[in-house]
Nanobody, 115 residues
Framework: QVQLVESGGGLVQAGGSLRLSCVAS????????MGWYRQAPGKQREFVAA???????VYADAVKGRVIISRDNAKSTMYLQMNSLKPEDTGVYYC?????????WGKGTLVTVSS
């Protein structure tokens, strides 16, 4: 089993920055890809960014150029550096870890961007 704990959310003004962290514990060797998703109030959860064990990254068009996903395998931690935040970035950000037989979610961390 893998457990994920997010942190780093908060209230920030538009144009500001935040760095989210996701710490994985448990059977971390079974993790292939880790990613961030978000869910705005009244909307479905959507993909933000993902990173493979080897460091390959992919971003949603809505955040491309404004966020950077990174992963410290030695610390079992994934990060999401978010810059130039917009009010539409507001939502609960969830960490996700996937393996061949695994798909695990964290409980989320709330990001609120004020205009």
């Amino acid at each position: 089993q893998v457990q994920l704990v997010e942190s780093g959310g908060g209230l920030v003004q538009a144009g500001g920055s935040l760095r989210l962290s996701c710490v994985a514990s448990g059977s971390i060797s079974s993790i292939n890809t880790m990613g961030w998703y978000r869910q705005a109030p009244g909307k479905q959860r959507e993909f933000v960014a993902a990173i493979s064990t080897g460091g390959s990254t992919v971003y949603a068009d809505a955040v491309k150029g404004r966020v950077i996903i990174s992963r410290d395998n030695a610390k079992s931690t994934m990060y999401l550096q978010m810059n130039s935040l917009k009010p539409e970035d507001t939502g609960v950000y969830y960490c996700n870890a996937r393996g061949y037989v695994m798909n695990v979610w964290g409980k989320g961390t709330l990001v609120t961007v004020s205009s």
